[in-house]
């Protein structure tokens, strides 16, 4: 069975005028350009507002976190951001004009040796870190501590180990407080 064939058309150029036979096409109605104006404008204003939104988190004049807070990593505590994050990772500049990724874990001590430290996060991730003599000073399994370290392979070495709950966490400070160093008045190993 054959389907029967529309007869073809010449190809219209747009804008030209029709074929000779052809009724021209009705132009847009009032109410049509209207409505593309508004979704055009409405198009616009989105992505400018998006563009403010992610502009105007940031912050001025200080190194910020991940999300634009400041803070180190985590942002400022409260507020149910990234501040209460158990763990994660973030890339921060290395101070030579290239990047590094860092994990960051708050925790408790499970092992502890002059070498490495194992933290558990309240949610059940556990991580070992080789860690410094020095970092290992004064901790003991069951401290809760926050860890800041860099990765290579599978292992962490941690480049901070703060003593305390999040290092801070009731002081309106991340671990870190702002530059890498530690929020006021809690004990931090580096090495």
Same mark, same amino acid.
């Given at each position: 069975?054959?389907?029967?064939?529309?007869?073809?058309?010449?190809?219209?150029?747009?804008?030209?005028?029709?074929?000779?036979?052809?009724?021209?096409?009705?132009?847009?109605?009032?109410?049509?350009?209207?409505?593309?104006?508004?979704?055009?404008? !409405?198009?616009?204003?989105? *992505?400018?507002?998006?563009?403010?939104?992610?502009? #105007?988190?940031? &912050? =001025? %004049?200080?190194?910020? /976190?991940?999300?634009?807070?400041?803070?180190?990593?985590?942002?400022?505590?409260?507020?149910?951001?990234?501040?209460?994050?158990?763990?994660?990772?973030?890339?921060?500049?290395?101070?030579?004009?290239?990047?590094?990724?860092?994990?960051?874990?708050?925790?408790?001590?499970?092992?502890?040796?002059?070498?490495?430290?194992? !933290?558990?996060?309240?949610? *059940?991730?556990?991580?070992?870190?080789?860690?410094? #003599?020095?970092? &290992? =000073? %004064?901790?003991?399994? /069951?401290?809760?501590?926050?860890?800041?370290?860099?990765?290579?392979?599978?292992?962490?070495?941690?480049?901070?180990?703060?003593?305390?709950?999040?290092?801070?966490?009731?002081?309106?400070?991340?671990?870190?407080?702002?530059?890498?160093?530690?929020?006021?008045?809690?004990?931090?190993?580096?090495?």
């Amino acid at each position: 069975m054959t389907t029967p064939q529309a007869p073809s058309t010449p190809d219209q150029t747009w804008g030209a005028t029709p074929a000779p036979g052809q009724a021209p096409k009705p132009a847009w109605s009032p109410g049509k350009k209207i409505a593309a104006g508004a979704v055009a404008v !409405a198009i616009v204003a989105g *992505g400018g507002a998006a563009v403010w939104a992610a502009s #105007s988190s940031s &912050a =001025t %004049g200080t190194q910020a /976190g991940p999300g634009g807070m400041t803070g180190g990593p985590g942002g400022l505590r409260g507020g149910g951001g990234l501040g209460t994050a158990l763990h994660g990772e973030y890339v921060s500049s290395d101070g030579n004009g290239g990047y590094v990724t860092k994990i960051m874990q708050t925790g408790e001590v499970t092992e502890l040796s002059a070498t490495s430290l194992t !933290a558990k996060s309240d949610d *059940g991730f556990s991580k070992t870190y080789t860690i410094t #003599s020095a970092q &290992a =000073t %004064g901790l003991a399994t /069951g401290d809760t501590v926050t860890v800041v370290a860099t990765e290579s392979g599978s292992t962490a070495t941690a480049t901070s180990v703060t003593d305390g709950e999040s290092g801070g966490q009731g002081q309106g400070q991340a671990p870190g407080g702002g530059q890498g160093t530690p929020p006021s008045g809690a004990p931090t190993r580096t090495g």
